[in-house]
């Protein structure tokens, strides 16, 4: 009994140890090339950087809260940004 029990203890100690030790592996994604090198800018097909100006994008947005006080305030915020966008919070 004593033999299974250690068993047990003993996998689920290799589990949290497998999981901590991806958990700290540098993802697809990252930066590990180390250094002060500033990432390239990614460019589309006709060489446009895919960045616009604030004052061009423009729209509607809906957004659903069950509280709509604190969304509101974000709505403000982003309309200093984006001024020409509409943003309606309804609960």
Not at 6 to 15: N, R, T
Not at 68 to 75: E, G, H, L, T
Request: hydrophobic share 30%; charged share 25%; net charge negative.
């Amino acid at each position: 009994m004593k033999k299974k029990h250690l068993l047990s203890v003993l996998v689920m100690v290799m589990l949290v140890f497998s999981l901590v030790l991806t958990s700290c592996t540098p993802g697809t994604g990252s930066n590990v090339t180390g250094g002060d090198s500033q990432p390239e800018e990614e460019t589309t097909p006709g060489g446009d950087t895919g960045k616009e100006d604030s004052d061009d994008i423009s729209g509607d947005i809906l957004i659903w809260d069950w509280n709509k006080d604190p969304q509101i305030k974000y709505a403000e915020k982003f309309n200093e940004v984006y001024p020409n966008v509409t943003i309606n919070v309804q609960d």
